[in-house]
T-cell receptor
Framework: KNEVEQSPQNLTAQEGEFITINCSYSVGISALHWLQQHPGGGIVSLFMLSSGKKKHGRLIATINIQEKHSSLHITASHPRDSAVYIC????????????????FGGGTRVLVKP | GAGVSQSPRYKVAKRGQDVALRCDPISGHVSLFWYQQALGQGPEFLTYFQNEAQLDKSGLPSDRFFAERPEGSVSTLKIQRTQQEDSAVYLCASSYGLAGGPYEQYFGPGTRLTVT
C-alpha cells in the first residue's frame, strides 16, 4: 500500500467548475505539499501546510491531521489550470537525517475544457 | 541564479553507456534532493545531500547509481552501464533548511533520460 494515495487519478471539468482533489496518507508527517506539474515542465510548489487551510488566488488547500487527509480545491477552473497535481508528504517522525525528503502520491491529471 | 537548473534537459543513451546529470541548486540552499519520475507516475526519492554530505542514499535503485556534491553546491548524478529501466525524468530539488524542516522544495526542470 502506498503511503500517499490521491483521488481521482484523472479529472475532466468544464471551464468555471469547482474542482476537488483528495489526498490520504498513512504515516505521521510534519507537512503536506501540493505541487503542480505541466506537461514537459518542472514541478512547482503550490502549498506547504501543517494544519488548517491556505488560500492562494483560486486555489485552496486544507488538511485534517487527525484524519490524515488533505484536499486541494480549484474554484472557477480555467483551461490554464490543466496540469498534473501531486500531493507529497515530508517530515517522517524518524531519526533519519533526510526527514525532509518528499514521498509523493501518483498525481491527479486535470483537464479543464473551455 | 533565479532557480534550480539542470543539464542536459534531454539525454539519449545507448544501453550500457554511462551518463552524468548535473544540478545547480539555488544559491545558499543547504539541502539538495534527487528524485526519479517514471512515465505517468509520481516522483520517487533517490538521495539527499546536506551541504557536501550525502546523508541518505536509500532510494538509489542499484550500485550503478552514484551521486556527489563535492563543494556543497552543484551536484552530479551518475548512472553507469545504463539499462532501459533507467529511462525516466530525473528531478533535482533544493531547499534552504537543514534536515528536520519541513521546508519548501524548489524543483529544477528535470532531465529526461531515454535509454535505447
Amino acid at each position: 500500500k502506498n503511503e500517499v494515495e490521491q483521488s481521482p487519478q484523472n479529472l475532466t471539468a468544464q471551464e468555471g467548475e469547482f474542482i476537488t482533489i483528495n489526498c490520504s496518507y498513512s504515516v505521521g508527517i510534519s507537512a503536506l505539499h501540493w505541487l503542480q506539474q505541466h506537461p514537459g515542465g518542472g514541478i512547482v510548489s503550490l502549498f506547504m501546510l501543517s494544519s488548517g487551510k491556505k488560500k492562494h488566488g483560486r486555489l485552496i488547500a486544507t488538511i485534517n491531521i487527525q484524519e490524515k487527509h488533505s484536499s486541494l480545491h480549484i474554484t472557477a477552473s480555467h483551461p490554464r489550470d490543466s496540469a498534473v497535481y501531486i500531493c507529497a508528504i515530508s517530515g517522517y517522525l524518524t531519526p533519519k537525517a533526510a526527514g525532509n525528503k518528499l514521498t509523493f502520491g501518483g498525481g491527479t491529471r486535470v483537464l479543464v475544457k473551455p | 541564479g533565479a532557480g534550480v537548473s539542470q543539464s542536459p534537459r534531454y539525454k539519449v543513451a545507448k544501453r550500457g553507456q554511462d551518463v552524468a546529470l548535473r544540478c545547480d541548486p539555488i544559491s545558499g540552499h543547504v539541502s539538495l534532493f534527487w528524485y526519479q519520475q517514471a512515465l505517468g507516475q509520481g516522483p520517487e526519492f533517490l538521495t539527499y545531500f546536506q551541504n557536501e554530505a550525502q546523508l541518505d542514499k536509500s532510494g538509489l535503485p542499484s550500485d550503478r547509481f552514484f551521486a556527489e556534491r563535492p563543494e556543497g553546491s552543484v551536484s552530479t548524478l551518475k548512472i553507469q552501464r545504463t539499462q532501459q529501466e533507467d529511462s525516466a525524468v530525473y528531478l533535482c530539488a533544493s531547499s534552504y533548511g537543514l534536515a528536520g524542516g519541513p521546508y519548501e522544495q524548489y524543483f529544477g526542470p528535470g532531465t529526461r533520460l531515454t535509454v535505447t
